[in-house]
């Protein structure tokens, strides 16, 4: 099966009816809905999805509506596809025909869907295929934004970082990261497929902690001195015990998740066993360019755009691969079961990707 990029498309009419993969209330199995686009407001685009990758939160929210999104709600907030039409000021640069990528609020399990043309929701996907540039949005970007914006990643070149959580659909990308700027990577599995995927990706130490004390393994690698960089985005009360116990004096701990998310998933907040060792507490926190006033200006936008137009790059170079290990049919029953199996850990190695119309 094919993931390349899909044929070019023209320009299509309006209104537009498409099929759609919703959730008619939160705890309900996903539906098929028809939805319609009527027209464009002046600065929207619309674009033909043709894959969108599912993330940890896809599933949290069939269960449980967090950002309250009007019901019937559709998922999905990464894709990748073709613009199909423009609003009179849609996106400077940006053509009928061309081939993107983005990421947005939600809406992104449906045939089509309709982007605001701000810089830091859409940009070009170049000669990236369609299946890997739709995962460049919260997996990508979580893990460039804990890395390159919170943290000082490019310092680190030469030493050691403790990545973990490192095959999933985050954390592989932060292994591939800490390679392109030297580092020497550990990183922690516990199942069969995803410790082949850190040996696919030459991750210079693995444990198995199924079978391994993660502390004893990394603490015996460092002859005591721990590691200079830790990444920790497992948000697992566990992980973040093992990971704080490693972090060498001088160096930088970077998780996932403030305090105020940590109590509320009933998570330790650990800085102070950090700070113990030496080390220096940084928090990652993409959401914050959305929600905090202080992270909502040009600068902040620019950032955001850095992140998804270096993804491109690297892929584009041969540096970055974004490991798709499932791809899920557009029906309601194939999502329904991928959201039932991602809770469930069986499929949460790489990226998962729904292919819309590819």
């Given at each position: 099966?094919?993931?390349s990029?899909?044929?070019p498309?023209?320009?299509?009419?309006?209104p537009?009816?498409?099929?759609?993969?919703?959730?008619?209330?939160?705890?309900a199995p996903v539906?098929?809905?028809?939805?319609?686009v009527?027209?464009?407001?002046?600065?929207?685009i619309l674009?033909?999805?043709?894959?969108?990758?599912?993330?940890?939160?896809?599933?949290l929210?069939?269960?449980?509506?967090?950002?309250?999104?009007p019901?019937?709600?559709?998922l999905?907030f990464?894709?990748?596809?073709?613009?199909?039409?423009?609003g009179s000021?849609?996106?400077?640069?940006?053509r009928?025909?061309?081939?993107?990528?983005?990421?947005?609020?939600?809406?992104c399990?449906?045939?089509?869907?309709?982007v605001k043309?701000?810089?830091d929701?859409?940009?070009?996907?170049?000669?990236?295929?369609?299946a890997?540039?739709?995962?460049?949005?919260i997996?990508f970007l979580?893990?460039?934004?804990?890395?390159?914006?919170?943290?000082?990643?490019?310092?680190?070149?030469?030493?050691?970082?403790?990545i973990?959580?490192?095959?999933?659909?985050?954390?592989?990308?932060?292994v591939?990261?800490?390679?392109?700027?030297?580092l020497?990577?550990?990183g922690?599995?516990?199942k069969?497929?995803?410790?082949?995927?850190?040996?696919?990706?030459?991750v210079d130490?693995?444990?198995?902690?199924?079978k391994?004390?993660?502390v004893?393994?990394?603490l015996?690698?460092t002859?005591g001195?721990?590691?200079?960089l830790?990444?920790d985005?497992?948000?697992?009360?566990?992980?973040y015990?093992?990971?704080?116990?490693?972090i060498?004096?001088?160096?930088e701990?970077?998780?996932?998740?403030t305090?105020?998310?940590?109590?509320?998933?009933?998570?330790p907040?650990?800085?102070?066993?950090?700070?113990?060792?030496?080390g220096?507490?940084?928090?990652g926190?993409?959401?914050?360019?959305?929600?905090?006033?202080?992270?909502?200006?040009?600068?902040?936008?620019a950032?955001?755009i850095?992140?998804?137009?270096?993804?491109?790059?690297?892929t584009?170079?041969?540096?970055?691969?974004?490991?798709?290990t499932?791809?899920v049919?557009f029906?309601?029953?194939?999502?329904?079961?991928?959201?039932?199996?991602?809770?469930?850990g069986?499929?949460?190695?790489?990226?998962?990707?729904?292919?819309?119309?590819a």
């Open positions: 099966m094919s993931l990029n899909a044929e498309v023209g320009e299509v009419a309006l537009l009816s498409f099929d759609a993969l919703a959730i008619s209330r939160e705890g539906s098929l809905q028809r939805r319609t009527a027209s464009l407001a002046p600065d929207e674009v033909r999805v043709d894959f969108a990758s599912i993330n940890k939160m896809d599933p929210m069939a269960k449980r509506n967090l950002f309250q999104l019901s019937p709600y559709v999905g990464d894709f990748s596809g073709v613009i199909v039409k423009r000021e849609g996106g400077p640069g940006l009928v025909g061309d081939p993107v990528l983005g990421s947005i609020g939600g809406g399990f449906a045939e089509y869907v309709v043309s701000h810089p929701k859409i940009v070009p996907r170049g000669r990236v295929p369609a890997e540039a739709c995962t460049f949005g997996a979580t893990a460039y934004e804990s890395l390159f914006l919170s943290g000082d990643i490019p310092r680190h070149r030469g030493e050691w970082i403790y973990a959580g490192a095959g999933g659909g985050l954390g592989h990308f932060a591939q990261m800490a390679a392109i700027h030297g020497k990577v550990i922690s599995a516990g069969p497929g995803t410790i082949d995927l850190l040996g696919r990706l030459g130490r693995i444990i198995d902690y199924s391994q004390d993660v004893e393994e990394i015996k690698l002859e001195r721990g590691v200079d830790v990444y985005s497992t948000n697992s009360p566990s992980s015990l093992q990971s704080s116990a490693v060498a004096s001088g160096g701990y970077i998780r996932l998740g305090s105020a998310q940590l109590k509320q998933f009933g998570s907040d650990l800085s102070s066993a950090v700070e113990a060792r030496g220096r507490m940084v928090i926190d993409l959401g914050r360019y959305g929600t905090d006033p202080a992270y909502q200006n040009p600068q902040a936008r950032s955001v850095r992140g998804l137009e270096q993804a491109v790059r690297w584009e170079e041969g540096k970055l691969k974004a490991q798709i499932t791809v049919p029906d309601p029953a194939s999502l329904q079961e991928a959201f039932e199996a991602f809770v469930r069986e499929i949460n190695v790489g990226k998962v990707v729904v292919r819309c119309s």
